[in-house]
């Protein structure tokens, strides 16, 4: 079991920056795969950005160049660095992470909401 606690969310104007963390109950070394999506209202669940355990990411076209993905296994952290946010980003932000065993483990954190206005 992990437990998975996002943090960081808020209301910022476009163009703006933030910074959420996902904080995880046990060491991030044994996440195969950490990652964080969004879900608009209306709409369905999207990733947003992946990250291994040897550090390769992956990130969806409409964040990429603007979002960056990094783990520190140090703090038993997950964090996506969002700058130039535009109001399309507006979403409630949700942790992931994959543990592969002889079976897959997936886990969800509660998630933040992330909104962009003026």
């Known amino acids: 079991q992990v437990q998975l606690v996002e943090s960081g969310g808020g209301l910022v104007q476009p163009g703006g920056s933030l910074r959420l963390s996902c904080a995880a109950s046990r060491s991030i070394f044994s996440i195969n795969v950490a990652g964080w999506y969004r879900q608009a209202p209306g709409k369905e669940r999207e990733l947003v950005a992946t990250i291994t355990s040897s550090g390769s990411t992956n990130y969806v076209d409409s964040v990429k160049g603007r979002f960056t993905i990094s783990r520190d296994n140090a703090k038993n952290t997950v964090d996506l660095q969002m700058n130039s946010l535009k109001p399309e980003d507006t979403a409630v932000y949700y942790c992931?992470?994959?543990?592969?065993?002889?079976?897959?483990?997936?886990?969800w954190g509660q998630g933040t909401q992330v909104t962009v206005s003026s």
């Open positions: 992931n992470a994959i543990i592969r065993t002889s079976v897959v483990h997936i886990y």
